[in-house]
């Protein structure tokens, strides 16, 4: 354990490391998803009773797992920064939302697509799916409350509060197919129960999980880099970095 | 105690509070954040009255009829307690199916039907090749009969 980790919370050291990590994200994630999609859309067999519209499966459930996943990952950068006073944990938290906002915008999307042929109705207002339309307010809200405060520390913590009480949301999501009578079904893989889906249909869904994942990482590091650029721009440390030579105006 | 540590205090506390807050609330909403009602709580009385709601179970086995304009059908939906005809004109999902789930919206009329207005199907959340869905209803059917045949097998 020779490295010293905290080092890494300072943004100018951050900056650099994350640039390195982002090629390795990249490749990983198109990988992971190029052979997910294959298996899913290829090999994986057709279900029993939804014939083949249940292949959007590979896109929605990843989807669905990442919009959650993202916003607790959010919440506890937000809570991080508040309770440390750490600048770059705000950075981060403000990274992740528009990925986690389209992730959910996704999994919405896909879900009308696939409810439409399999249930006979683009959209229901059961708890599912309302809860999920929800999380996609609570991402629109986090950004707003960000960009509509100029002062940033208060920016920071304004969206900060509201990202972590929204957290609340989440395990809403997860068991409202279990707490109420709703049209959505209920879930198909679970930490307890193993699984109810075939053994290719599985490896394909976590395989595109990962991709999505992955690419989560690549896509918020290199959205966190934008966010130090401009949030540093008037320190000494990256004077060099981000401001152009300056050009001589005649 | 650090002002490091009370501030990570106070968002726990914080976060704790509200858990408990929303549990409350959402326990008070319990009955009206169901999607649909079940057979059984269409015959206790538990529905509204006069206005429409949705019902929710399984298609009764051969209750599906339809009338000789091919549009109405008639079928029983059923939690394998009680059961509850229903009226529907119009099309049908592709997965409404006999012993499938389905949800439809609609009115309880005078005589105990339902007539639907809309009929969504609701499916399971198994996924499965055609032959090992196949198989696995021949094994369940023949498990069934060796045990009893007046057992009523209800699927998960």
């Not at chain 1, 879900?111 to 059961?126: C, I, L, N, Q, S």
């Not at chain 2, 059923?78 to 099309?91: L, N």
């Not at chain 2, 969504?120 to 869905?133: I, M, R, W």
């Amino acid at each position: 354990m020779g490295i010293n980790w905290l080092k890494y919370s300072a943004p100018q050291a951050f900056y650099p490391l994350a640039g390195k990590l982002i090629p390795w994200f990249s490749i990983v994630a198109a990988l992971a998803i190029a052979v997910g999609l294959y298996i899913g859309l290829l090999v994986a067999p057709t279900d029993f009773q939804q014939g083949e519209s249940y292949r959007i499966i590979f896109v929605h459930v990843p989807a669905a797992w990442m919009s959650m996943f993202l916003y607790v990952v959010m919440a506890l950068w937000a809570g991080f920064g508040m309770g440390l006073n750490a600048r770059l944990s705000f950075m981060m938290a403000q990274a992740i939302a528009p990925t986690g906002a389209m992730f959910t915008f996704l999994a919405l999307l896909t879900g009308a697509m696939w409810g439409k042929p399999t249930w006979g109705a683009w959209w229901v207002w059961d708890a599912r799916l309302t809860s999920e339309l929800i999380l996609l307010f609570q991402y629109a809200g986090v950004m707003l409350l960000r960009t509509s405060i100029d002062d940033l520390r208060r920016a920071d913590r304004a969206s900060g509060v509201f990202a972590l009480v929204g957290v609340v949301n989440v395990p809403i999501i997860y068991f409202s197919v279990k707490w109420w009578n709703t049209l959505h079904q209920g879930a198909s893989v679970s930490m307890t129960g193993g699984s109810k889906m075939a053994a290719t249909m599985l490896t394909a869904m976590l395989l595109m999980t990962f991709g999505f994942w992955m690419y989560s990482m690549a896509v918020i590091l290199s959205r966190s880099r934008c966010v130090i650029l401009e949030r540093e721009q008037l320190l000494s440390w990256n004077k060099s970095a981000s401001t152009p030579e300056p050009v001589e105006v005649r | 105690m650090t002002s490091r540590q009370k501030r990570f205090g106070f968002i726990g506390l914080g976060l704790v509070v509200l858990g408990v807050a929303t549990a409350l609330i959402l326990n008070a909403f319990q009955s009206n954040l169901v999607f649909f009602f079940t057979p059984t709580q269409v015959s206790s009385g538990e529905v509204p009255k006069g206005r429409s709601f949705r019902i929710g179970g399984m298609v009764e086995d051969r209750s599906l009829t339809r009338e000789g304009d091919g549009l109405t059908v008639h079928f029983v939906v059923t939690d394998t307690a009680k059961r509850v005809p229903v009226t529907y004109k119009g099309i049908l999902p592709d997965l409404f199916k006999e012993g499938k789930g389905v949800v439809a919206q609609g009115q309880l009329v005078a005589d105990g039907t339902f007539v639907a207005s809309e009929v969504l199907a609701k499916h399971d959340e198994n996924y499965l090749p055609p032959e090992a869905a196949e198989a696995m209803a021949k094994a369940k059917a023949a498990g069934a009969q060796a045990q009893s045949s007046s057992t009523l097998v209800v699927q998960p």
